[in-house]
């Protein structure tokens, strides 16, 4: 999943010579001088790799370049970004001899995902307000590869490739059709890795929005309503309506009720009956109003944090000045930047779906109240949609802050389809919406 700020992803290539010859026995050349030296992938044990992987991790990070980066802190927990998720593992991999050292870590998780629609049948007359025709969703099962990491010291030797490979001899075990990866536009060596020497193609480019949270509170305007609904009112509504959705989770019910999921918010017309009181999802589902929007709100702060490093002191002065301004004179909404400059958390909007021809103003007020209610709890409001979304226009976001492009890569991984029949879906066409898993950022 890409996560929901940009990314790091392990920049080693493997040395195609060097693991053509050597991969049968297990060895990997270490550079020079340190000769021979063998490499053992395994699972991660969180007794005794704990300070090793968080090492791997800290050297592995942008900010060491130097220059303008966002940078990723995981909590003392190296498995935080899976650990959500229905089945999930973490590998390492390990030198041999006296003195064992761990030079490169992946992360993994296995769900079952929507992967296309079929159209449900309906005879006679449709009641007033129901949809003409409902779309059900096709499942499949997926592997997600995230958070692969490599030493500096040990690219190029094929650890990265050992690596994904073990992690994808895992997904086959637990029964997974595909597997898929999520970098940024311009991580040349990840991409390379997965489309030259792993087998991917590309599959999906979603965009990452980005808004900072002022001091201030966003108007919502007074002719649109935005209520907060229960857990299992938002499942009634996901899986009626937006199931179908590319990559839905078929345990959204699991999703919404993990504790990071903070709230579920429905904008409504102030002036239809749903505005004045929630009637409750079977109700507002058998006479919606003309437009409605809904997204869902996830805490990352509960996971990691993030920070901008390797900005100059001129870019942190300005920024510290337009909250000086914004907290001083709330009433002239000046556009301030949040302090990205030390650890932050940020709130994901997940589940972003509407209908009407207003859905887009509607998704536009449902992101006001959670930019309201992230105030003091988060730095920044993010989420992920896809290249043709239709209601992008609703959501704010600045293009500093924004990854202009995600890109999304896909491998089949079994000849035949043993969860389900769904074609080959590596090929399938993109769809104007992507479901974006909170739990894989």
């Known amino acids: 999943m890409a996560q929901p700020l940009i990314e790091e992803e392990s920049r080693g290539l493997a040395c195609f010579f060097y693991c053509s010859v050597f991969a049968a026995i297990g060895f990997r050349l270490i550079g020079g001088s340190q000769g021979m030296v063998s490499i053992a992938v395994r699972v991660y044990d969180p007794e005794k790799d704990l300070s090793a992987t968080e090492a791997v991790d800290r050297l592995c990070d942008g900010g060491a370049t130097g220059q303008v980066s966002l940078c ?6 190296p498995a935080s970004r899976v650990r959500h998720s229905p089945a999930y ?7 041999s001899g006296p003195v064992k050292e761990i030079v490169g870590v992946v992360r993994g998780s296995v769900k079952v995902v929507s992967c296309g ?3 449900a049948r309906q005879g006679g007359m449709l009641k007033k307000g129901h949809a003409p025709a409902e779309a059900s969703p096709i499942y499949t099962k997926v592997g997600y590869i995230l958070g692969l990491r490599v030493l500096p010291s040990h690219r190029r030797m094929g650890i990265a490739l050992k690596l994904v490979e073990q992690m994808e001899e895992w997904f086959w075990e637990k029964g997974a059709e595909y597997a898929y990866m999520a970098t940024t536009k311009g991580n040349k060596a990840s991409l390379g890795l997965f489309t030259d020497r792993c087998g991917y193609s590309k599959f999906r480019t979603p965009s990452i929005l980005v808004h900072p949270v002022f001091a201030h509170r966003l108007p919502v305007p007074l002719s649109i309503t ?3 609904i229960h857990a299992s ?3 009634l509504i996901y899986r009626r309506r937006f199931a179908a959705t590319e990559f839905f989770p078929r345990d959204i019910d699991a999703v919404l009720a993990n504790p990071l999921s903070l709230a579920t918010l429905v904008a409504v017309p102030s002036g239809c009956a749903a505005a004045e009181r929630w009637p409750g999802a079977e109700a507002f589902l058998a006479a919606p109003p003309e437009s409605w929007a809904l997204a869902s709100v996830w805490d990352c702060g509960g996971v990691f944090q993030l920070e901008v490093r390797g900005a100059s002191r001129l870019r942190r002065a300005a920024a510290a000045a337009t909250r000086m301004a914004d907290r001083a004179m709330p009433w002239l909404r000046i556009p301030s930047v949040p302090d990205l400059f030390r650890p932050f958390g940020a709130w994901f909007l997940y589940g972003i779906g509407g209908e009407g021809p207003a859905a887009s103003v509607m998704t536009a007020a449902v992101w006001r109240e959670a930019h309201n209610r992230a105030r003091g709890a988060a730095a920044v409001v993010a989420t992920e949609v896809a290249e043709m979304e239709p209601l992008r226009q609703g959501i704010p976001r600045w293009r500093r802050l924004s990854g202009a492009e995600d890109v999304w890569c896909i491998k ?3 000849e035949e389809y043993n969860y389900s029949a769904v074609g080959d879906w590596t090929k399938s066409a993109a769809g104007s919406s992507i479901f974006v898993d909170p739990r894989e950022l």
């Open 72 to 77: 990723m802190d995981l909590l003392g927990d």
């Open 89 to 95: 593992r973490m590998l390492v991999a390990e030198t």
């Open 117 to 119: 629609r079929k159209m």
């Open 226 to 228: 935005v209520h907060r």
């Open 233 to 235: 009112d938002a499942e």
């Open 412 to 414: 089949r991984l079994t």
